[in-house]
């Protein structure tokens, strides 16, 4: 908790020939993170060169390129399907030898016939389009072409022409613009199509076909059609293999993977001739497992032993080390960046801070029920690991949404039947709030506030303990300092607002008695702030121009009322707007026109609350994330940890 | 403002008035002011996780930097309305 996985550096020697039961069992145990070998002659490593890939790397890559293009064709995607049974590799090792050459080659034929008519369909559905401005004209297209002494001029203009040169003309009036079929003698082709150019002609070409454009169009629209049932047939058949075969051609990419990443392991290897040695991570309480397995695996002929490692020098990989409830929040942690492996975790923090913060936002019963049927709906939808870890949080987030709004006493905008628990947020919209009964604004606002400085107060903390932990030397002094010295300044300018104004919900010090004219709380307020801004300066002199950025990010805070506010008061307005302008003068009146009122009324009440749910999804994750990202994280949080990838695979359709 | 021939009543609606507009020119201007700055940001921060998807968290993070001004529209608005 609070700090990455412990990890320990392991070294594993072994000659060659116990390479593959070596990478086979590393495999399978998905632990090992591989520190790629790069030859830079360091210490200790003269002689050594990358390893070459095991056997059959090669065609299990030509394999696996096949199997993906089928899959291509049929937008399987592994992570999108459940797995039902695991198949074992002896069967699958079979099927790839006795199924996939024959699916391989139906689907590729099926899936080249489907794109040569998909093609046809393009070209007859161009040559339809050439045809349709031609299909007023009531002549056949073949007489349009090959005169000698005459032009056929052909186009859209945009108002009437009048061609003074001798002609035919044939006009079709359209909706703005107009098509034009004219037929000039040769020799005044030039003429008339100056006189045509001044109302903006846009020619088009005649097409090559016999027979009028009406017949031509029918006949093509005749010939799609056949090919589209031709295509249907084609889709029906893949489905079919799709239906029966997808199981396996998840299965063979997963065992082709496996293959490969197996088979190209020692690229990342140091050999010589006659041995590899393969460095890595493996969690510390795992080491034993590991070097005993491989021992069972080799029959004793491997040499495994931990290092020496630094912390802070070693780029160690980071993997986390959380509660099951907290690893969720895992993903907005690696949306920002993962932690290093010296310095302290907050994805716990986050884990409850931001569920908190969202109901503060978003405090509505109804939206909250709302949010958490959204989230088991899309559970059938979305897989992946990701999207689920997504839905848990946003799971989370709507149960505090809940919570909330029942403190809050808020449904949809209306008011619950019992008075706000907390401070209230109704507001006074249309009239329908009882009189002296406002919105606690002030109460409110203090409170998130409060939460500011809280949250920054435990921020800088954390800043003190990753530097005590991570710097070395006289740095490490200065630099906790440092850290309590930005605690001490919020304070002290805290402490100097308290003795000054008496707020709701803060101690009031301007009681104080007072010394030699100034106020105690005044003087103690001086004496915080200065202490702190000397113990910044001490660290970097240049950090005096961030001293205000102190108040900025605790008034930041305030955005947990301010968005909440505005959320509550469009749901009011779309309450106010659906029932009291529409529902109730409809219900009153039950005309014609009254039940086209109340349709209108649940409408807007519709379509209003929908805009504010996205809308508050929106504001309550993105404010509540974005107060952790700049106004907590900013305060101690580096980030730019190695994610710890084991060597291995979580295997889904096949087993060993 | 007060007129002569104001009422007390007409003043203290005017009053209210004034207020309302304050508080809407609050959040307005600022709501501005916001899109402004983050007219940049975001088109950059876009453009950077186009390239590397590993930026989103950062970029997200740059560009809601100045939604803060927004919010203290907000605040005065919401301190002068009640």
Redesign the interface.
């Known amino acids: 908790m609070l700090t990455a996985k412990p990890m320990s550096r392991v070294l594993i020697v072994a000659s060659r020939d116990q390479a593959v039961p070596i990478i086979q069992e590393l495999y399978r145990g998905n632990l090992f993170h591989i520190e790629d070998y790069v030859e830079q002659g360091r210490e200790g490593y003269e002689g050594f060169k990358i390893g070459t890939p095991l056997e059959g790397a090669t065609e299990a890559s030509t394999e696996l390129i096949k199997v993906r293009a089928i899959e291509n064709v049929f937008a399987i995607r592994g992570e999108d399907i459940e797995a039902k049974e695991k198949l074992g590799l002896p069967q699958i090792r079979s099927q790839i030898e006795k199924d996939l050459p024959g699916i391989e080659k139906e689907v590729e034929e099926l899936a080249g016939a489907r794109s040569k008519l998909d093609t046809k369909v393009k070209e007859y559905e161009q040559k339809i389009a050439e045809l349709t401005p031609f299909l007023e004209i009531p002549v056949d297209l073949a007489l349009l072409k090959g005169f000698r002494h005459f032009s056929v001029l052909a186009g859209y203009v945009n108002r009437n022409v009048s061609l003074i040169v001798p002609h035919e003309i044939q006009v079709v009036k359209g909706k703005d613009r107009s098509f034009v079929l004219a037929i000039v003698p040769e020799k005044n082709r030039a003429e008339a199509e100056r006189l045509l150019q001044d109302a903006q002609f846009q020619a088009v070409t005649i097409p090559e076909e016999n027979g009028t454009a009406p017949t031509r169009t029918a006949y093509y629209t005749e010939q799609i059609a056949a090919l589209k049932k031709d295509i249907d047939a084609i889709n029906i058949k893949l489905a079919a293999i799709k239906e029966s075969h997808t199981g396996l051609l998840v299965a063979c990419e997963e065992a082709f993977r496996a293959k490969i990443e197996q088979a190209e392991a020692p690229l990342r290897f140091a050999t010589t001739s006659k041995v590899f040695v393969a460095e890595g991570w493996v969690p510390a309480d795992r080491t034993k497992g590991v070097s005993e397995a491989l021992d069972k695996a080799t029959g004793g002929k491997v040499f495994v032993t931990e290092l020496p490692v630094d912390p802070v020098h070693d780029a160690v990989p980071v993997e986390y080390n959380n509660p099951s409830f907290a690893k969720p929040a895992q993903m907005l942690m690696?949306?920002?960046?993962r932690p290093m492996y010296t310095e302290v975790d907050p994805t716990l923090m986050l884990a409850i801070v931001f569920p908190i913060f969202f109901g503060l936002i978003l405090g509505d019963v109804g939206y909250g029920i709302l949010l958490l049927i959204m989230c088991f709906a899309l559970r059938r939808v979305l897989k992946g690991d990701d999207a689920r870890e997504f839905l848990v949080v946003l799971r989370n987030a709507s149960i505090s949404s809940i919570i909330f709004g029942i403190l809050f006493s808020e449904f949809l905008g209306f008011e619950l039947p019992w008075a706000p628990i907390i401070f209230s947020r109704h507001l006074n919209i249309g009239g329908t709030e009882a009189a002296g009964q406002?919105?606690a604004?002030?109460e409110l606002?203090v409170l998130a506030i409060w939460i500011g400085i809280l949250h920054i107060t435990l921020g800088r903390a954390m800043g003190m303990i990753n530097h005590a932990r991570q710097d070395h030397g006289a740095h490490r002094v200065k630099a906790v300092l440092a850290n309590l010295g930005w605690i001490t300044v919020m304070w002290g300018i805290l402490v100097g607002i308290w003795s000054m104004f008496a707020l709701p919900l803060m101690p009031d010090l301007s009681k104080l008695p007072v010394v030699a004219g100034l106020s105690a709380g005044l003087v103690i307020a001086a004496i915080l702030i200065v202490m702190g801004i000397i113990f910044i300066v001490r660290d970097a002199v240049l950090e005096i121009v961030e001293l205000p950025t102190i108040i900025?990010h605790v008034?930041?805070y305030?955005?947990l009322?301010?968005?909440g506010?505005?959320s509550v008061a469009i749901a009011m307005v779309v309450n106010y707007m659906s029932i009291g302008m529409f529902i109730g003068p409809g219900l009153k009146n039950l005309s014609i026109l009254g039940i086209v009122l109340i349709i209108v009324g649940v409408m807007v009440f519709l379509i209003g609350h929908a805009f504010n749910l996205a809308l508050g999804i929106l504001g309550g994750g993105?404010?509540s994330i974005?107060l952790h990202?700049?106004e907590f994280f900013t305060k101690f949080y580096k980030g730019g940890g190695r994610k710890y990838i084991p060597f291995g695979m979580k295997r889904r359709f096949t087993e060993d | 403002m007060a007129d002569v021939n104001m009422t007390l009543d007409m003043v203290q609606a005017s009053q209210v008035g004034m207020k309302a507009i304050g508080a809407a020119l609050a959040v307005g201007l600022t709501g501005v002011g916001t899109g402004v700055a983050e007219m940049g940001i975001g088109a950059a921060a876009v453009g950077a996780s186009a390239e590397n998807k590993d930026f989103?968290?950062?970029g997200?993070?740059f560009t809601?930097?100045p939604?803060?001004i927004v919010?203290?529209g907000?605040?005065i608005a919401?301190?002068l309305l009640?």
Request: proline share 2%.
């Open positions: 690696d949306i920002y960046s406002g919105p604004i002030a606002m900025s008034l930041s305030a955005r009322v301010a968005v506010l505005s993105l404010h974005r990202y700049v | 989103f968290g950062l997200l993070l809601v930097i939604e803060t919010i203290f907000l605040v919401l301190l009640f």
